[in-house]
């Protein structure tokens, strides 16, 4: 049909998705880096350079998503590579042991918005917690880290896909229910031209039988002319 011209193609509504979650993520992050950089201002002694990086974070991440209207592949990247960052940044600026854990929600961001380009930054976070356990600045079990990471990666990528079969179904239903909807006009229409030509023969043979009933009434009244005449001419034939 012409109408499956205009349809959105698979990759299009994946990118619409990819966007949505964008726009969701960077507010979310945005206003988290606010509320912690605000808690923050209560411990002793004050950590002013994780507060001032809370807010840079914040308003990078702000950014990010206003650039998202121009180049939103761009900015789904850069966001991304910059969560890492951040981490491993906080890694130095806040060296606990449970940090490093946070990783894996990291990873579900990843595959969300760039899909393989996560699982490079996911190996490159884990060369760093790698280096920092190496130099004495945090001290976390690798071997259980590294193994919860892979599998970590591997659940998101697996959810992903499900995500991404759930977006082709739903386009192929919305194509399909498109279709019979073009049908469904087609058919509408089809049914009105064909009831807009039975009220046109409807009103042709009204007419025509209002020119047979008058055609009648004229017959009649010659026959009765005719009738007339020819009892007045016995009439005065006889006289």
């Not at 850069?78 to 894996?104: G, K, M, Q």
Request: with cysteine; hydrophobic share 55%; charged share 15%.
């Amino acid at each position: 049909m012409a109408s499956a011209k205009t349809h959105p193609s698979v990759e299009v509504v994946l990118l619409d998705f990819r966007a949505d979650i964008f726009q969701q993520l960077t507010e979310s992050i945005a206003f988290f880096c606010i509320a912690a950089a605000l808690a923050l201002l209560f411990l002793i002694p004050l950590p002013h350079q994780l507060i001032f990086f809370l807010y840079v974070f914040s308003a990078y991440t702000l950014y990010l998503r206003v650039m998202a209207r121009r180049r939103l592949h761009l900015a789904r990247h850069l966001f991304v590579a910059s969560l890492y960052i951040a981490l491993s940044a906080s890694l130095v600026l806040l060296p606990t042991n449970w940090l490093p854990f946070l990783v894996f929600p990291l990873v579900l961001i990843g595959e969300l918005l760039v899909s393989y380009v996560g699982i490079l930054l996911a190996a490159a976070f884990f060369g760093w917690t790698a280096l920092l356990v190496a130099g004495g600045f945090i001290d976390v079990p690798l071997a259980p880290f590294a193994l919860f990471l892979c599998l970590m990666l591997t659940i998101s990528n697996r959810g992903i896909q499900a995500i991404k079969m759930l977006l082709v179904w739903y386009h192929a239903m919305y194509i399909q229910t498109n279709e019979m909807l073009e049908q469904a006009r087609t058919h509408r229409a089809e049914v009105v031209q064909f009831a807009k030509s039975l009220e046109i023969s409807y009103a042709t043979q009204h007419r025509l039988q209002e020119q047979l009933m008058y055609a009648r009434r004229q017959a009649d009244e010659a026959r009765r002319l005719k009738e007339r005449f020819a009892s007045n001419i016995s009439h005065e034939l006889r006289t």
